[in-house]
C-alpha cells in the first residue's frame, strides 16, 4: 500500500510537470507564430508579393510583372521608392524612412499634384546628380520655382517608372529615335505653345529639316532635340548658357559634327516657320522635281509602248505576205 503523503508528492509533481509542459508549448506556440508574422511582414515587401495584386488589376495601379521585370528598376522592391504606401491594403508595408533630400524634393515638385510625391521623389537617392541639374533646368525651375503644373518632371520624359529601360532599348522614351516624340508632346500642344510663347512649329520644323529626315531614315548619327539643346540641365534658348543661347554657342554646338561651322551655317538651322517665299519655292520645287519625273517615266513607257506595237505590226505584215 503506497503511503498517502507520498501519493501527495507524486500529484504536486506531475501537476507542476503539466505546467512546465503548458509553458515551454506556449514559449515555442509565441516563437512560431512570431518568426510566421516576421516572415510574412518581409514577404510583402518583395516586388513579387504586390505584383500578385497589382497584375491583376486595372487602370493606374495595373503593373505588368514581365514589363517590370524587364525595367532597369526590375531587381528593387516595391518600397525602395514606394516608402508609405497609403490604404488599408498597405498596412505594415513601409521601406526605409525617406531621408532628407527626398523629402525636400518631393516638396519642391508638389505643384505637380501627383498621387504619390514621395515615389516620384525617390529618384533623387540613385540619381542625386541628375536631380540637381535637373532643379536648375527650364524645366524644374517652371515646376519648382513658378509652381506650374504642366512643367515636367522625371516620368513625363523617361515614363513609368516600373517600365524605364535602358536609353539604348528601342522601348526607352528617352532612346534616340523616341526623343522627339517624347519632347513633342509637350512642345506640340497649343496651349502649352500659347502660354511659353513658342513657336508651335518647333517639331514640325525639325521633322522637316535635314536632320529630322536623316532620323526618320535611322541614322544613327542624326541630332535629336538633346544632342543641340541638352536634357536634364536644359535652359531657355534665351539663356547665355544654352548650348544655342548664342551664335558663338551654335558654331560650337554645331561644330560637334560640323566642324569649322561659321555663323552664315548656323544660321541656316533654325525651328521658325520659313518666309512666305522659301515656303512657296519649297513647294514649286516639289512640283517641279515630281513633274519631272512623271514625264520622265511617261515618256519612258510611251516610248517601250510604241517599240512594242511596231514589232507586232512589222511581224503581222511579214505573216501577211
Do not use: W
Not at 503593373?63 to 532597369?72: A, G, M, N, Q, T
Amino acid at each position: 500500500m503506497v503511503p498517502m503523503g507520498l501519493f501527495r508528492i507524486t500529484i504536486k509533481q506531475y501537476r507542476l510537470k503539466g505546467v512546465r509542459m503548458r509553458l515551454r508549448l506556449n514559449v515555442l506556440f509565441l516563437m512560431l507564430f512570431t518568426f510566421l508574422l516576421a516572415t510574412t511582414a518581409g514577404a510583402a515587401t518583395d516586388a513579387a508579393t504586390c505584383l500578385s495584386c497589382h497584375e491583376s488589376m486595372e487602370g493606374a495601379a495595373k503593373v505588368s510583372k514581365d514589363k517590370y521585370e524587364k525595367s532597369v528598376h526590375g531587381s528593387f522592391d516595391c518600397v525602395t521608392c514606394h516608402m508609405a504606401p497609403k490604404g488599408a491594403q498597405h498596412t505594415g508595408l513601409t521601406g526605409a524612412a525617406p531621408d532628407k533630400a527626398v523629402k525636400d524634393f518631393a516638396a519642391a515638385i508638389a505643384p505637380k499634384g501627383l498621387k504619390d510625391p514621395l515615389a516620384a521623389a525617390a529618384c533623387v537617392g540613385c540619381h542625386p546628380d541628375k536631380v540637381e541639374e535637373y532643379k536648375g533646368s527650364i524645366h524644374g525651375q517652371n515646376v519648382i520655382v513658378k509652381k506650374s503644373s504642366d512643367g515636367p518632371v522625371c516620368i513625363n520624359c523617361h515614363g513609368i517608372p516600373h517600365y524605364i529601360e535602358k536609353r539604348p532599348s528601342m522601348a526607352s522614351k528617352v532612346y534616340l529615335f523616341n526623343i522627339v516624340e517624347t519632347c513633342g508632346k509637350c512642345h506640340e500642344e497649343k496651349h502649352i505653345t500659347e502660354k511659353y510663347g513658342f513657336s508651335p512649329l518647333v517639331m514640325e520644323r525639325y521633322k522637316e529639316s535635314f536632320h529630322g529626315r536623316k532620323l526618320k531614315l535611322g541614322h544613327s548619327g542624326a541630332p535629336s532635340c538633346a544632342s543641340c539643346h541638352g536634357s536634364h540641365a536644359i535652359v531657355s534658348t534665351k539663356d547665355p548658357k544654352s548650348p544655342v543661347g548664342s551664335v558663338e554657342n551654335k558654331k560650337k554646338t554645331c561644330g560637334k559634327c560640323h566642324p569649322g561651322a561659321t555663323e552664315k551655317f548656323v544660321a541656316a538651322i533654325t525651328h521658325k516657320p520659313l518666309h512666305p517665299v522659301a515656303h512657296f519655292a519649297e513647294i514649286a520645287l516639289i512640283i517641279l522635281t515630281v513633274g519631272t519625273f512623271m514625264f520622265i517615266i511617261t515618256h519612258v513607257l510611251l516610248d517601250i509602248f510604241a517599240d512594242i506595237r511596231k514589232r507586232l505590226f512589222r511581224k503581222g505584215g511579214d505573216h501577211h505576205d
